[in-house]
């Protein structure tokens, strides 16, 4: 009888390792507010070029000078968190860095991701710890594909990462982007940490899919497994 007990309970706590979905978490000091990434902290001396619009689910700022007089100027991670992407991804994008943030609110701890892109230079690595404030890069232009600029998103959707054409680009999986910061500039928790989920873009060597319970697809969004999805389509997610 004791020998079966032994079995029966290896093959309940190997069936509960196998439930359990294969999700990383790393922890990461809790945002205590929000900055711009630009003209540390507040924006000084750059505009909005382009805000956020149904093509454009983020925004793209300018140094007020003018054409390339912000290429190589330093873009800052608007709050603390941890690096999820810091990589060329080539295509529209070039050099780009996604940051998960973790913040409280309403008594709630939320999440969002930041994402800074056409980066001349990354001077983060992805798994690093991230200050609000700190250097994550510098402006660039993607190998000369556009004028010198900050493209930026803020993202409520976890899973999107660089594969942006699967998902809608509406408010449903994005923040506008200094509208969020604008509302969170301070923000309670200081000094604490939190746990957050990492690995959770398609593009993670894990595989991890996504669970309904963590995401249900928006009726914009596309399904997962099409037909023609090993297909590059350059312009749907040219990054501008
Ligand atoms: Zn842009």
Redesign the pocket.
């Known amino acids: 009888m004791r020998r079966w007990l032994f079995w029966i309970c290896l093959f309940v706590f190997v069936s509960a390792l196998v439930a359990v979905p294969d999700l990383k978490r790393t922890n990461t000091f809790v945002a205590d507010g929000f900055d711009l990434p630009v003209g540390k902290p507040a924006g000084e001396g750059y505009y909005m070029a382009?805000g956020f619009l149904s093509y454009?689910p983020?925004?793209?700022w300018n140094d007020v000078r003018g054409g390339n007089s912000d290429f190589g100027a330093p873009v800052y991670c608007i709050g603390n968190g941890v690096v999820t992407y810091s990589q060329d991804a080539r295509m529209g994008w070039g050099n780009v860095v996604i940051v998960r943030h973790a913040f409280l609110e309403g008594g709630k701890l939320q999440m969002v991701d930041s994402m800074y892109?056409?980066l001349n230079q990354i001077m983060v690595k992805k798994g690093q710890q991230v200050k609000r404030g700190q250097q994550v890069g510098t402006i660039g232009t993607n190998r000369g594909m556009y004028t010198a600029?900050l493209?930026?998103?803020v993202r409520k959707n976890l899973f999107i990462g660089i594969n942006r054409s699967r998902f809608a680009k509406d408010l449903t999986n994005y923040h506008r982007p200094s509208q969020f910061i604008a509302q969170r500039r301070q923000l309670p928790g200081a000094g604490r940490t939190a746990s957050v989920p990492i690995g959770t873009y398609a593009t993670d060597q894990s595989g991890y899919q996504i669970p309904q319970s963590d995401w249900k697809p928006g009726k914009k969004d596309k399904p997962a497994a099409r037909p023609d999805r090993f297909r590059v389509n350059r312009f749907d997610d040219i990054?501008?």
């Open positions: 382009r454009h983020g925004e793209d892109a056409h600029h493209h930026y998103e990054g501008y």
